[in-house]
């Protein structure tokens, strides 16, 4: 079954998660920061310091939406990073976010569909994306198209919330995820489908063994999923 943010609606899944993002991008990521407890920063980092070894000269960045992850991988001295993204809301702020920190020179966002990426078969060293593969209509299908950008022996790194097993975390995350979440993100964005939208868009998601299934099945080899705190989140890595 398809998780939607706006279940009332006809339209499909990727026009409705363009909207929902358009919507809440004003304070997304002041909510971002605030919903994880700022633990996400740390996220990004790790999964940058495992590419940093890769020493890639051109990243992709999947779903990019304010450039948190494109400003982060500039640590993995990268030539450039070029993030897509289907929310123009989200770009426009990321854009902006870009040009204050003067790295302009670095970071090139675009208006893309991250499941019909516009670059050619073996493009970049490295294709990278937090927290947007869980929004993809198609899974397999965007996945599939990040593995034909990548260059032979390049590396695409997926981070990805999850679901914590261990008694008592599970039952505390479920709860402040069901109810804590969506109350404060309407508070703040005031937009109720968006933050309902997000735990049970994690509750569908296949994660753990279940991606790296989908993951080899795309065409990625070599993979490995590592758990962050007590399971919140992971980071998958797969190889071209």
């Known amino acids: 079954m398809t998780v939607l943010p706006y279940k009332e609606q006809q339209a499909g899944k990727k026009e409705q998660v363009a909207a929902m993002f358009d919507s809440i991008s004003p304070k997304y990521d002041l909510l971002n920061h605030v919903l994880s407890l700022g633990i996400d920063i740390?996220?990004?980092?790790?999964?940058?310091?495992?590419?940093?070894?890769?020493?890639?000269?051109?990243?992709?960045?999947?779903?990019?939406?304010?450039?948190?992850?494109?400003?982060?991988?500039?640590?993995?001295?990268?030539?450039?990073?070029?993030?897509?993204d289907i929310s123009e809301g989200m770009l426009s702020i990321g854009r902006e976010k870009i040009k204050k920190l003067k790295l302009a020179?670095?970071?090139?966002?675009?208006?893309?569909?991250?499941?019909?990426?516009?670059?050619?078969?073996?493009?970049?060293?490295a294709v990278i994306v937090s927290f947007g593969v869980r929004n993809f209509e198609n899974l397999l299908k965007g996945l599939t198209d990040m593995n034909r950008v990548l260059k032979p022996g390049g590396t695409c790194i997926v981070l990805e919330f999850s679901k914590p097993s261990a008694f008592p975390f599970k039952q505390i995350y479920n709860f402040y995820f069901k109810h804590i979440l969506p109350f404060v993100g309407k508070a703040?964005?005031?937009?109720?489908?968006?933050?309902?939208?997000?735990?049970?868009?994690?509750?569908?998601?296949?994660?753990g063994k279940d991606f790296l299934n989908i993951f080899e099945k795309a065409g990625f080899q070599s993979t490995k999923c590592i758990p962050l705190t007590f399971g919140i989140s992971s980071i998958y890595i797969g190889k071209k």
């Open 42 to 84: 740390y996220w990004r980092k790790k999964a940058i310091r495992i590419l940093k070894k890769q020493k890639p000269r051109l990243i992709l960045d999947i779903a990019t939406g304010t450039g948190d992850f494109a400003i982060e991988a500039l640590a993995a001295k990268p030539e450039k990073v070029i993030g897509v």
């Open 188 to 207: 703040i964005s005031k937009d109720n489908a968006a933050y309902h939208y997000l735990p049970e868009s994690v509750q569908a998601f296949p994660d």
């Open 105 to 125: 020179d670095k970071i090139e966002l675009r208006t893309g569909d991250s499941e019909k990426l516009l670059f050619d078969n073996n493009y970049f060293d």
